[in-house]
């Protein structure tokens, strides 16, 4: 009996552990729109609001999933030091590019609308960014990479429609089919990108 | 005119539908997959590309910074205008997508918009119900038939395209865009040349400036501003054949299998 009652007492407090860390993708995204928007609408300098925003990223997106994405088929040919020394050119590119395109924004309204669990690992988190007298309203989507769900990472937005993970594939692959997938000239244009 | 115009649909129509009979929205979303269509003419492409660029910094940039500084409803009416146009192209290619529903639907915006919106300064078919209006072309109305899009193409001027599309593009200057019919063509004694060009050119001006903002961020931060530009349109194509807004394929899972958190 009493073994029964402690198993009972150990799967609850699992399971109300487990429920108690997981976060939803939908309060998850919110939650990051909200402390960028925060960011954005202090009265800090450009490279101040860049350095902040890039905390926010290196915390809700996963920039190293991203960056072998990105790479496409060529990163199964790529030795250790090689995936290490993307990873981190990447890493300081993603920062740099994301940042910059945010702090342009300033105060921007973005409000979560609805989300679609379409499997265990993903999730798409609805969003609209809300119109301007310069620029309509912005149907944004995120993919929330949802396998750990105590710590959900962002995977790619979907810009009225349009991916920017696959954009970005697409414009790397172009870098390394001109260059006869010549790695090397790929590192060499992250690190030109970020020194800029 | 008109005639000449039903026979090249028709046929065209027939062409393609026989060959592809066995079409379905897999096969069409396969087809017009960005990295299945083909750059055969990159270099030429990029020449083109960077003209457009120099002609985007002379004309269309500075215009659209202009532009920009119009009241709010004065862009939004010169913007539900030529929108109200484009009803004329996007009717025919709703009928051609065997989409009656929808053909009704903007025929019904249009009458309303044309009358009481005064010239489709103001959407009022919008607060009647008649809501969610997409533009279709002949570019369009070839994919769904099930031709493939051929090779990626940048026009001068123009801008970017396929062969399809830019072949189907030809249809409007055959009779097959109501509006060059009764400006350019001459059907009418009410309108003229320039006023078909002025709305072609205002269509641009007013896209350059909508996107301002979002083309001056990706020319800043892209590694290869034309290969983005070629990815972002062939994605948007490929979604307005679909006339889904849905995240259709954005990202192959089995691609992240490997990689891990």
Redesign the interface.
């Known amino acids: 009996m009493n073994k029964k009652k402690i198993i009972l007492v150990i799967f609850l407090y699992f399971f109300t552990l487990n429920s108690s860390f997981s976060i939803e993708a939908d309060v998850f995204v919110q939650s990051t729109v909200n402390r960028a928007s925060k960011i954005l609408s202090e009265n800090l300098s450009k490279d101040e609001k860049i350095e902040k925003l890039k905390i926010i990223a290196e915390e809700t997106v996963?920039i190293?999933?991203i960056g072998?994405?990105t790479l496409?088929s060529i990163r199964k040919n790529l030795d250790g030091d090689q995936k290490k020394k993307y990873s981190r050119l990447f890493r300081e590119?993603f920062l740099k590019?994301f940042s910059?395109?945010l702090s342009?924004y300033t105060n921007p309204e973005i409000d979560v609308l609805s989300k679609e669990v379409l499997?265990e690992?993903?999730t798409?988190v609805n969003s609209l960014l809300k119109g301007t007298?310069?620029?309509?309203e912005v149907?944004i989507?995120w993919?929330v990479?949802t396998?750990?769900p105590e710590n959900p990472?962002i995977?790619?937005l979907?810009i009225?429609?349009?991916?920017l993970?696959?954009?970005q594939k697409?414009?790397?692959?172009?870098?390394l089919n001109s260059n006869d997938n010549d790695i090397n000239v790929l590192f060499n244009?992250?690190e030109e990108?970020s020194k800029k | 005119m008109i005639k000449k115009f039903l026979i090249i649909i028709f046929t065209t129509l027939a062409l393609t539908l026989n060959v592809n009979a066995g079409s379905d929205g897999d096969l069409i979303l396969k087809k017009n997959e960005?990295?299945e269509v083909k750059d055969c003419f990159e270099k030429i492409n990029r020449v083109t590309f960077a003209f457009n660029q120099t002609l985007d910094g002379v004309i269309f940039k500075p215009a659209a910074s202009l532009y920009?500084k119009l009241p709010?409803p004065a862009k939004t009416g010169v913007s539900n205008s030529l929108e109200n146009i484009s009803h004329l192209l996007t009717i025919p290619n709703n009928v051609l997508q065997g989409d009656l529903k929808q053909a009704g639907i903007n025929t019904g915006r249009f009458i309303i918009n044309t009358t009481l919106g005064i010239l489709g300064i103001f959407d009022v078919a919008q607060y009647l119900g008649l809501t969610n209006y997409e533009k279709e072309d002949y570019g369009q109305s070839l994919a769904k038939a099930g031709v493939g899009p051929g090779c990626y193409i940048v026009l001068p001027v123009l801008g970017p395209s396929t062969i399809r599309d830019t072949a189907a593009s030809t249809l409007n200057f055959l009779g097959g865009d109501p509006w060059y019919n009764i400006t350019v063509n001459k059907d009418t004694q009410y309108f003229e040349n320039s006023d078909y060009y002025f709305s072609r050119g205002a269509s641009g001006v007013d896209f350059r400036a909508?996107?301002?903002?979002?083309i001056e961020?990706l020319e800043?931060?892209?590694?290869?501003f034309?290969?983005?530009v070629?990815?972002?349109y062939l994605?948007?194509r490929q979604?307005k054949i679909l006339n889904?807004?849905?995240?259709?394929n954005?990202?192959d899972?089995s691609?992240?299998e490997e990689?891990s958190?």
């Open positions: 996963d190293k999933g072998f994405y496409g590119y590019s910059s395109r342009e499997s690992n993903y798409i007298s310069e620029r309509p149907k989507d993919r990479y396998k750990n990472l995977r790619d979907i009225e429609g349009l991916s993970a696959r954009t697409e414009e790397f692959a172009s870098i244009t992250l990108f | 960005p990295s920009r709010s909508k996107n301002y903002d979002s961020n800043n931060n892209s590694l290869d034309y290969a983005s070629k990815s972002l994605q948007d979604q889904s807004r849905k995240v259709v954005t990202q899972d691609d992240w990689i958190q």
